[in-house]
Nanobody
Framework: QVQLVESGGGPVQAGGSLGLSCAVSGGTFSTYVMGWFRQAPGKEREFVAAISWSGGSTKYADSVKGRFIISRDNGKNTVYLQMNSLKPEDTAVYYC???????????????????WGKGTLVTVSS
């Protein structure tokens, strides 16, 4: 059974930074495309960032490009999201997700995620 556990959320002031982690157990982490999504109150879950199984390719939502960095450590079965220059509109529950399908990076989206974490809340105050 694959389990994903996010950590690192919390309150932060606008302009500040926060780092999220997602530890994966029970599966073959190094073969999964991993990503982060977020869901603000009253809104749909949206894509934030994704990283290929090797870590060699990354992509971001326009809203976070240049501010957030996704990375992974296959030796530790963990994916990270470094969030800088945070804005109040970044406030959301952040979820990590894993896609085990071959070619999953190209079409990475919430509908293709096989494994989800329970989320961690990030609150950015102005």
């Amino acid at each position: 059974q694959v389990q994903l556990v996010e950590s690192g959320g919390g309150p932060v002031q606008a302009g500040g930074s926060l780092g999220l982690s997602c530890a994966v157990s029970g599966g073959t982490f190094s073969t999964y495309v991993m990503g982060w999504f977020r869901q603000a109150p009253g809104k749909e879950r949206e894509f934030v960032a994704a990283i290929s199984w090797s870590g060699g390719s990354t992509k971001y939502a326009d809203s976070v490009k240049g501010r957030f960095i996704i990375s992974r450590d296959n030796g530790k079965n963990t994916v990270y999201l470094q969030m800088n220059s945070l804005k109040p509109e970044d406030t959301a529950v952040y979820y990590c997700g894993g896609d085990r399908s071959v070619g999953g990076y190209a079409g990475f989206s919430a509908s293709g995620v096989d494994y989800w974490g329970k989320g961690t809340l990030v609150t950015v105050s102005s």
